[in-house]
C-alpha cells in the first residue's frame, strides 16, 4: 500500500517536448507539494496545493503547470522541455493543521532531458 | 522569510565514530516546526523527527540525538557510533503555519567501514 506514488519513475525525452508526471496518495492529506532536486541534492519547493488551490507557487518557469483534480492527485506538466529541467521531482503530501505535520514523500521521478 | 542552513556540506567519518551534523535556521515565526529527513543511496525522503518551537527538550532515538537550541537558533542531529548504514544525504527544514517548508541544501554523510 504505497502511501504517496508517482508515475513514471524515470522519464527520458528530448528537448522541447511536454510531459506530464502523476501523483498520488492515499493518505487522506489536504496538502500536496511539488520539490525538484537538482544533480547537487538541493531540494527546492516548486508549488503547493491545499485542497486542491495552490497556496505556493516558488519563482518556477511558467512552462511549469500544476494541476490537482481531487485532493488526492497533482499532476506536474512541463511544456518545452529544457536541459535545466533534468532533476528528480519529488511529490510530497501531509495533513494540514496543528501540529504542523512532516511530509510524506513519493519515490520521486528522475527526468532526463537529452 | 525563512532561511535554513546546513554548512557542512559533506562529512567523512569512520564506522563507530559520533558525528554532528549541523542545522542553524532563521524565521521571524515565533511558532514553527523543525524536522530532518534522511535521503539514503536509494533516493527515497525518509523522514526522522519533528520538533516545535515550544519544546526545547532534546531527544534521543537509539543511536540518533537531537538538539534544539533557541538562543542560537539551531537544531542538530548527532549519530552516535555510526554505520555504513547511516551513510546518506540528511537535510534539515523548516515549516511555518503558511503550510511552506524549507529545505537546508543536505550534508552528505559518508560512513567508512
Known amino acids: 500500500d504505497t502511501a504517496v506514488s508517482q508515475t513514471p519513475k524515470y522519464l527520458v525525452t528530448q528537448m522541447g517536448n511536454d510531459k506530464s508526471i502523476k501523483c498520488e496518495q492515499n493518505?487522506?492529506?489536504?496538502?500536496m507539494y511539488w520539490y525538484k532536486q537538482d544533480s547537487k541534492k538541493f531540494l527546492k519547493i516548486m508549488f503547493s496545493?491545499?485542497?486542491?488551490?495552490?497556496?505556493i507557487n516558488e519563482t518556477v518557469p511558467n512552462r511549469f503547470s500544476p494541476k490537482s483534480p481531487d485532493k488526492a492527485h497533482l499532476n506536474l506538466h512541463i511544456n518545452s522541455l529544457e536541459l535545466g529541467d533534468s532533476a528528480v521531482y519529488f511529490c510530497a503530501s501531509r495533513p494540514t493543521g496543528e501540529p504542523y505535520n512532516e511530509q510524506f514523500f513519493g519515490p520521486g521521478t528522475r527526468l532526463t532531458v537529452l | 522569510a525563512q532561511k535554513v542552513t546546513q554548512a557542512q556540506t559533506e562529512i567523512s567519518v569512520v564506522e563507530k565514530e559520533d558525528v554532528t551534523l549541523d542545522c542553524v535556521y532563521e524565521?521571524?515565526?515565533?511558532?514553527?516546526?523543525l524536522f530532518w529527513y534522511k535521503q539514503p543511496p536509494s533516493g527515497e525522503l525518509v523522514f526522522l523527527i519533528r520538533?516545535?518551537?515550544?519544546?526545547?527538550q532534546n531527544e534521543i532515538s537509539g543511536r540518533y540525538s537531537w538538539n534544539f537550541q533557541k538562543s542560537t537558533s539551531s537544531f542538530n542531529f548527532t549519530i552516535t557510533a555510526s554505520q555504513v548504514v547511516d551513510s546518506a544525504v540528511y537535510f534539515c527544514?523548516?515549516?511555518?503555519?503558511?503550510?511552506?517548508?524549507?529545505f537546508g541544501d543536505g550534508t552528505t554523510l559518508t560512513v567508512k567501514p
Open positions: 527544514a523548516l515549516g511555518v503555519d503558511a503550510g511552506k517548508s524549507t
Open positions: 520538533r516545535n518551537s515550544f519544546d526545547e
Open positions: 524565521t521571524r515565526d515565533t511558532t514553527y516546526y
Open positions: 493518505l487522506g492529506h489536504d496538502t
Open positions: 496545493y491545499n485542497n486542491k488551490e495552490l497556496i
